[in-house]
Nanobody, 126 residues
Framework: VQLQACGGGLVQAGGSLRLSCAAS????????MGWFRQAPGNEREFVAA????????YYVPSVKGRFAISRDNAKNAVYLQMNSLKPGDTAVYYC????????????????????WGQGTLVTVSS
């Protein structure tokens, strides 16, 4: 699976952005997908995950209620709708695929993900 994220940009606090991650490869629909972010000087952190069939979702508490993860397996794509953005959301956002296909639980640790995309920069101004 190869991944490419896009949709980042500069937005004012309170604004919205929708990130997209396009995947290539026949096995996309069998992998849970995650979004991670990395701010300058910080470690990469988990943001959200969605199961391979879209039936389960999980968010880090700091974005719950503001961000929404979704996927369209027919289009080999996963999305992250980000609303009510805050300056603290500023980071490079990455999409990634769970290493294990058809895993029954969502995982939040970066080493359990593979096929990282190149990242897209989100900057939220105050």
């Amino acid at each position: 699976v190869q991944l490419q994220a896009c949709g980042g940009g500069l937005v004012q606090a309170g604004g919205s952005l929708r990130l997209s991650c396009a995947a290539s490869g026949r096995t996309f629909s069998t992998h849970s997908m995650g979004w991670f972010r990395q701010a300058p000087g910080n470690e990469r952190e988990f943001v959200a995950a969605i199961s391979w069939n879209g039936g389960s979702k999980y968010y880090v508490p700091s974005v719950k209620g503001r961000f929404a993860i979704s996927r369209d397996n027919a289009k080999n794509a996963v999305y992250l709708q980000m609303n009510s953005l805050k300056p603290g959301d500023t980071a490079v956002y990455y999409c990634a695929a769970d290493k294990v296909p058809l895993r029954n639980v969502l995982v939040i640790m970066a080493p359990l993900y593979d096929y990282w995309g190149q990242g897209t920069l989100v900057t939220v101004s105050s």
